[in-house]
DNA sequence: AATATTTTTAATCATTTGATTAAATTGTTT
DNA sequence: AAACAATTTAATCAAATGATTAAAAATATT
């Protein structure tokens, strides 16, 4: 076996091969994405791709575990610290999600887009993110507040907005970017000030109750 | 010439074959759909795909342009309104666009899609959607909102939030679904208190500027 | 009815595409 | 260096796929 004898500067044919898998994929998705494609953009024999991965689609199985790795990874101890308030978890999960959104634009469509294509395809793959019988400490944290400001809104609905404020922004760039013809670094810059706001905005939505909806505050 | 002797019932081959392009086009894509599904699903022989429409591709555009003028059909005629005020366009767009994706809930993934694929080819083949030079009723009535309450938020952010509360909800629908276990109906009922519940939200987001957010009816 | 036109079908083509193979090359071990 | 193992390459295969064609069937026109 060889093991690298390369100090380091060219990773191995495999590792260009998944790097490569992983941009043409993330961009084209499964169905359009030609193995040569992937080979071309390692600058590697089309052969290899099924010397090292069996099959086309079994390094696509591959990336996407990893993309959906990207997602679950490290927010269980965030959503289960019992010395953080629900305010604070919130902060800090849509923080997290926007650092990786925007080192990982693409991520949400291709997820969503292949979840699409077969929604149990995903379970059985990844496997149900199955946390035991305990309940998380967030979940606990919510059902307190709720209780305690007899919040009736639908707690899904909040859930809901909390995800579409923090994805829907990245899933939607390029139409947005298109329309409004803001650049890149603008665009970032506003996701920057998304990590304050979302929170905020939410922490409103919880506040706002539809029968106190009509306040002499109101803008409009 | 025949135009349809047939007194109702069935359609023509040819509007057949775009109803079936319809549907497979937007449940898989461009470049999962083999022309042959089309054929199947429409019950007709794979050539006639090629003797109504030249090619898949001419057959995609068609379909795409339906549903990119499903997006910006009859809301020029609201957001250009003098008679209603900014809340109640606002409340408009939303219902309208609630109603339309119930009716329609693939339509936000697939346009996203290939837009995605290739921005400028959208562009190109929709044609940018030029209103002239004239500022629209609900551009000026904005300007006028923020000019009045000193609103320092980039509007952009409103615009996003609006966007992805009415939208993302339904491109993540599968993922949600699965999660929370909800099913088509629960689903559409809520969407259904969005149309209420939307405009509440963003014109409490409005109300809310970074500076006031610390007031002490918070609930986090 | 006879003829022309349109629509539909079955068969086939040319290309693309995922995968394989056998040989060549490179690296490792003895 | 010889022998062995791992990696890489070029060539090729078989199936899938978009498209075409020529003939048949259906419909319209005269």
Chains 1, 2 share one sequence.
Not at 2 to 17: L, P, W, Y
Not at 135 to 147: C, F, G, H, K, S
Request: with cysteine; net charge neutral; hydrophobic share 45%.
């Amino acid at each position: 076996m060889n093991e690298q004898t390369d100090i380091e500067k060219n990773a191995s044919a495999e590792e260009k091969i998944k790097e490569a898998a992983r941009r043409v994929f993330t961009q084209k998705g499964y169905a359009a994405t030609r193995t040569r494609d992937i080979a071309e953009e390692a600058g590697l024999n089309l052969a290899l791709i099924n010397y090292y991965f069996r099959s086309k689609e079994k390094l696509f199985d591959i990336i996407m575990l990893e993309h959906i790795q990207l997602f679950v990874h490290s927010i269980m101890g965030l959503v289960n610290d019992p010395e953080t308030t629900l305010r604070q978890k919130i902060e800090a999960l849509i923080c997290h999600y926007i650092d990786m959104l925007v080192q990982n634009p693409g991520l949400p469509l291709f997820v969503i887009n292949e979840i699409n294509k077969d929604p149990k395809k995903l379970v059985a793959k990844v496997g149900v993110t199955d946390m035991g019988n305990s309940e998380l400490v967030i979940a606990r944290q919510w059902r307190e507040l709720a209780a305690a400001k007899k919040i009736t809104i639908n707690p899904i609905h909040i859930l809901m907005n909390a995800v579409s404020l923090t994805i829907f922004p990245f899933v939607g760039s390029p139409l947005i970017r298109n329309r409004t013809g803001i650049d890149l670094e603008e665009f970032n810059t506003l996701m920057q000030e998304r990590k304050k706001l979302i929170p905020m905005w939410v922490s409103g939505m919880i506040n706002l109750s539809p029968s106190l909806s009509k306040g002499e505050g109101e803008v409009m």
